[in-house]
C-alpha cells in the first residue's frame, strides 16, 4: 500500500517515514502542498498523510483537490494545538481521519487501520455514500438500557432522522451508543449529536459511548462530549502487513 | 509749631479761632488805646490852654495891680469842681518868674519852679513834667497887656487824669474783650465741635472697620452721630454719607471674601488630594492639608518646615519654570513619593503660584496615580498577556513540531523494540539526534517566551534596537510565513543604543509586526493577492536619533481614523479578535522612553509606522542571552 | 511686624484722644479764666496808681512850745463888728489859757488876719496861713461866702477848722470832719423863727429880704425849706448885693406884696436901711433876722425904729439873768479881764464858747497831738457843759456842737430875750 506524508517539517517527515516504514507501507513524502499533489498524481497513493498548516498550499487545500480528482483515497490530517476549526473544516472534507501532533503510535495505528476498513468497504462497493447515515435505537426491556448505534456519516440531513428516532426512545439509566467502523461526521452533524446527549443527560442517564476510533475519542473531547457521556477507547491493533 | 500739629482738629480749629480772636481783640485795644491816648492827651491840653487863657484873661488887671489875693482867687476858681481832678496846680507869675498865686496849698513841691517865659512869647508851651506824684503837661499860658508880656499863666494838668480815663476806658475794653473772649471761646468751641464731632464719628467708623467690625453702622451710639446728618447737606454730610456706603460695600465685599475663604479653608482642609503649600524658592513646605498628612504619615506639624524634595523622586528644577498667569500647571507626572512607613506611591503634582502670608508660595496639590500605574502596568501586563494569547497559537504550533519529531522518534524505537525488530544504525542514529536537536529547538522556544513575558525591571538599560527586531523575528518569522507574508530587515548595524528594556521593545515591535500582519492578510482577503504580503522593518540613525520603520502593505488606514488609532479600544478588529489595547500601549512604553511614534499611510497603499528614541552614547553592554 | 503693631497702637491713641469730645469740661473753664485773668493782668499794669497825702500823722503848727492857730476873719469893713468881737470873745478865753500855763505845756497862739468879709481876701490869708505861718488849725472864721470860699483849701490840706460864724449849710452839709462847727445853723434858726411867726404869731405872708450871695441864698432856702412844712412860701423876695446899702428895689418888692413878716438875712447896715425905710414908709412887717445879722449893732443902728425886730439867737443873751449861768459869768469876767472896754454881746459869747471848745479839744488830743488826734478830740466831746445851759455834743459824723435857738427883741434899742 502505498502511503503519502505531506509535511513542511522534515524532523516529522523523517520520522513518519520510518514509522510507516517499519508497518511494511510504501511511503512517498513532500514538503509542501503543490510538491504532494505532484506525487499524489504521480503515485498515486491510497493513504494520504497531509500536516493541515503548511505555507503555500495548505492540507484542507490538499485534501479539497484530492477529493476533486474523485480518487478513492483516505486523506488523513496532521492536526496541531489549537486547530479544531480546521479539523471541522477537514471533516467537513470529509477527511477519514486525523491524528493531533505529537502524534501517538496508538493513534496513528487507529487511523491506518480506519484508513485500511474503509478502503475495503470503498472497494467491495459497500461505501456508504455521504448523506447516508444509519441509525438504530434498541430497548433492552430487562435493564433498560438503550442502545443506539451509529452508522455511516451523521450530517445536518440526518436531523430529521434522528429526532424521530429518538423522540420515540425513552431514556432508561443507561445509554449506550455504538459507532461503526464507516461512522462519520460532519461540523452540523457534532452539534447534532451534542444536543441529543445532552437530551439524555439532563434526564439523568449515564451515557456510554464505544466503538470510536481512538482519534475520534480525541476529537470528542475537544468538542466536550467527555463530558456529557463516558468514552470507551477501543483496543487498537497494530497495523502490518 | 509742633505742638500745634498734635492737636486733635477739634482743638486746632478752636485754638486758632481764639487766638485769633485774642490777637484781633489785642490789637484793637492797643490801637483804641493808643488813639485815645493821643487825643486824650490833646484834649487835656487844649483844655488846660483854655483854663490857663480865661484865667490869664482875668488876671491882667490884677497882675498890674499885684493884687495877689484875687490873683490867688483866680488861680483856686480853675481848680473849682471837677477841675480839681484834672488841674493839678495853677500858678501865675510876673514877666521876671516871681509867683504871684498858686494854688499849692500844702506847698510847693520841692524843686518845682516856674518856667520862665520869654518876652516876646505868643503862643502856649507844653511841656512834660513831674510834679510830685503826677505827672503833668505844664502849659504856660503868657498874659499879655497889649504886646508886652506882663506875666504867665501856668498850669499843671493832671496826665493821671487821662490815664485814669483810660484805664477806665481799659477796664471796659477789658470786660467786653473778656465778655467776647468767652464767648467766643464757647462759639469756637462749639463752632469746632460741630465740624470734628462727625469727622470724630468718621473715625470711630473706621477704626471698627479696621477692626474688621461692620456690623456697627445699626448700633445706637453711633446714632447721634449720625443723627444731626439728616439736616445737613455740606462737605461733612456728604463724606459721611459716601463714607458709609463705602462701609456697606465694604462690609459685603468683605463678607463674600470671608465666605470664599471659607470655601478655599474647607477645600484645603477636607480636600480629596494632598495640598501643600511650598515656599515659591526654598521648597519648603509652609502649610499642608490633612489629606497630606494622613496620605504621607507625617502630622501636618512635622510636614511644615520639611522640603517638598524630600518627599520623594522631585527634580528641583520641575518647580524653577514660568507659571501663566492664573493657570496650574503639570509640574511632573509620575513622581515616586514616599510615606513615612517607606512605602512609595506614584503622584501627579499640579501647581499654581499663589501668595501665603505674605511670602511668594506655590500651592502643589498631588493626585495619587498609584492604581493608575498600576493599572498601567497591569494593561501592559494585559495587553502581554493578549499578545501572548496570540503568540501563543504560534508558539503552541512552534513548540508542537519539535516535539512531534521527539514522540515519534521515541514512539517508533518503543515500538521495534516491542516487535523486536532491530533498528538500523543509520536510522537510531538519526532518530537520537533528531531527538536531541528537537529539545533544543524546544527549549529555545520556551526561552524567548520567558524573556517576553518577564517584567520590565525599573531602571532602563542600554539595548540594541536591531537585536529586539531580530528576537521577534524568531518569534513570529515563521508564523507570518506561514500566511505568506515576506518580513524583511533592513536594519542598520551602525545605529547607536537606546535606554530602554529589551522585552518591552520586543512587545512594541512585536505589536506592530502583528497589526501589520492582520492588516496584509486583511489585504489579501479582500484582494485575494496571496502572494504580496509585505512587512519590512528598517532601523536608522540620524544625529542623536535613532530611529525604526515597520512597513506594511495591507490595507492601510484611513485618513479620519489616524488622530485615533493610538487611543485605547480602536480597533478595526471583530468582536472578540483583540482588545485594541495594542497601539496605545506601544504608544506609551515609546514615551516611556523619551521616544515618538508616527503613522504615515493611506487607504490601499499600507501603512509605516515610524519609531525615533533619543540615542545612548554609552556603550552597549556584552550581548547576553 | 512691630512695626505696624506700633503704628496701629498710636493711631488707638489718637483716635482715642480725637474722640474725647467732651475735652475735659473743667479743663477749659479754667483754660478760659486764666486766659481772661491774663489779659486783664496785662493790660491793668500800665497806669500808675495815685498817690494820696495822709493827715492822719500831720503834726504842722504844732512846736515844743507853741500850738500855731490860723484865724482870717472881718475886722474891718462893713461887717468888722461881727470880726473883732469875736475875736474879743476868743481871745479873752486864749489868753486866759495861756496865762495858765497853756495847753500840755504848748501855749496857744492864734495869728490873725483881716479878710474884710471878702472871700477873695478870706482865700488868700487862708493859703498864707496854711502855708507860710504853717498853722496847726484854722479858728473863729466869719461869714458864709468867705468861709465856703476855703473849703476847698481846708480839704485840700487837711487842716481842720473850727468856729465859724456862720450857719451856712454847706459846711454842714455834706459831713466833714474838717469842718467843725459849734453854732447852729442857719437852717434851724429859721425854721424856729418861721415857727414863730406862723404858728405862734399866726401869720401867713411871709417875704425873704436877704444878701445876694451865698449866705442869702442859703438863708432863702432855709426859708423856703421852713415854709413848705406850712405848705406856704414866701410871698416876695428881696435882695441886695453885698457890701452896699441898695435895699430899695427889695423893699420894693416886699411891701408890694404886703408880707405880713420878712425874714431878712443880711448884715445889721443893710438890714438896718431896709427897716428904716420901711418903717418910713409905714410898713411894718415882723422883721426877723438870722443871728449873723449882729444884733447888738442892729439895735444900736435902728434906735427908736427897730422896736420889735425879732433876732434870732444860737447863744443865749450874754447877760447874767436870774438863771446866772456859769458860762456867762466866766465869759463877762474874762472879757473884764483882757479887754475891759469891751461889752458882753452874742457874737463875743460865740467867740469864747469857740475857744474854750478848741481848748478843751486840745486838751483831749494830748501832748501826742496831730490833726487827726485833734479830730478825734472834738468827736469824744459829749454833753460838754459849757454853763450856758446849752449842752454840747460832737460825735463821728456829727460836727455840729450847739443846736438852740435864742430869739431876742429889740425893745428900746436894747435886746431882750424872748421865749
Known sequence: MKILVIDDERPTLAMFKLFLAAYGYEVFTAESGEQGMAVFASKKPDIVFTDIRMPGMDGLEVLR?????????????????????????????????????????AALNSAL?????????????????????????????????????????????????????FTAAVPGDKVVCRFADDFSINRQGISLLVSLLRRFDGSGSHITISGLSYNYIRFFEMAGIDKLATLVPEDVEEPGL | MKRFDRLTLKNKIFV?????????????ALFTRALLISSLTGELKKRGVGIAQSVAESSRVHILTKNRAELTALAYDARLGNRQKVVVYLLIADNRGTVLAHTFTTGIPEGFGPVAIEENASGEQVADMRVGPHSVFHI????????????????????????????????????????????????????????????????????????????FLGRTDMAPASGGLEDREDEIAILTNSFMQMTSRLASSTERLRESQQKYRSLFHSGPNPIFVIHRQTLEILDANPKAAEVFGYDRDALTGMSLLSLGNLNREAFERAYPEGKSILISSKVTLFRKDGRSLFVNIHANPAEYRDRDAIIAATTDITELVEKDDQLIQASKMANLEKMSAGIAHEINQPLNAIKMGSEYLTMMHERRNPVGPEELAMVLTEISAQVSRASEIVGRLKSFSRKADFAREVISLNRCIRSVHKIVGRQLALQNIDLTLELDEAIPAILAHNNRMEQVIFNLVTNARDAVNERIETTGDIDGGMIRITTFSDGDVVGLVVKDNGT????????????????????????????????????????????????????????????QTNQLPEQEH | MPGSLIRQMKHREKIKRADNLGFHRSSVYALACGVVLAVLFFFSGCGTPPTELSPAADRTGITDTQIRIGSSLALGGHAGYLGTQMLQGAMSYINHINDRGGIHGRKIRLIVRDDGYDPTRCLYNTQQLILEEKVFCLFSYVGTPTTVRIIPLVNEAGIPLLGMFTGAHRLREPVNPLLINVRASYYQEIRAAVDLIVRQKGLDRVAVFYQYDEYGFDGLRGTEIALKHYDRKPVAKGTYVRGTLDVGRGLENIIHSDAQAVVMIGTYDACAEFIRLAKERNFSPLFYNVSFVGASELARRLGRIGEGVVVSQVVPPPVLGDDNLPGIRDYIRHLNTYYPDAAPSFVGLEGYINARILAEALERAGRQITRQGFIAAIESISDFDLGIANSLSFGKGDYQGLEQVYFTKINNSRLVSIK
Do not use: W
Open chain 2, 140 to 215: 504856660t499860658v503868657p498874659v499879655k497887656e497889649g504886646i508886652y508880656t506882663i506875666g504867665s499863666v501856668q498850669i499843671g494838668m493832671d496826665r493821671g487824669h487821662i490815664e485814669g480815663l483810660i484805664d477806665r476806658l481799659r477796664l471796659i475794653f477789658l470786660s467786653f474783650l473778656s465778655v467776647v473772649t468767652l464767648v467766643f471761646f464757647f462759639l469756637s468751641h462749639r463752632l469746632a465741635l460741630n465740624i470734628t464731632r462727625p469727622v470724630t464719628s468718621l473715625i470711630r467708623y473706621t477704626d471698627h472697620l479696621s477692626r474688621g467690625d461692620f456690623h
Open chain 2, 16 to 28: 486758632s479761632c481764639l487766638g485769633f480772636t485774642l490777637v484781633v481783640s489785642i490789637l484793637i
Open chain 1, 65 to 105: 483537490q484530492i477529493r476533486e480528482t474523485g480518487a478513492f483515497c483516505q486523506v488523513v490530517i496532521i492536526t496541531g494545538h489549537g486547530d479544531m476549526e480546521r479539523a471541522m473544516a477537514a471533516l467537513d472534507l470529509d477527511a477519514s481521519d486525523f491524528i493531533n501532533k505529537p502524534v501517538e503510535r
Open chain 2, 556 to 615: 492601510g488606514i484611513p485618513e479620519d481614523r489616524k488622530a485615533t488609532i493610538f487611543d485605547s479600544f480602536y480597533t478595526t478588529k471583530e468582536m472578540g479578535e483583540g482588545l485594541g489595547l495594542g497601539l496605545p500601549i506601544v504608544q506609551g512604553i515609546v514615551r516611556d522612553y523619551s521616544g515618538t511614534i508616527s503613522v504615515t499611510s493611506s487607504l490601499g497603499q499600507g501603512a509605516a509606522f515610524k519609531i525615533l528614541f533619543p540615542a
Open chain 1, 113 to 165: 487501520i480506519r484508513a485500511e476498513k474503509r478502503l475495503e468497504r470503498m472497494a467491495s462497493g459497500t461505501g456508504t455514500g455521504e448523506d447516508a447515515g444509519d441509525f438504530s435505537v434498541t430497548q433492552d426491556a430487562g435493564t433498560g438500557q438503550l442502545t443506539l448505534c451509529f452508522g455511516g456519516r451523521l450530517t445536518e440531513s440526518s436531523e430529521a432522522k434522528l429526532d424521530k428516532l
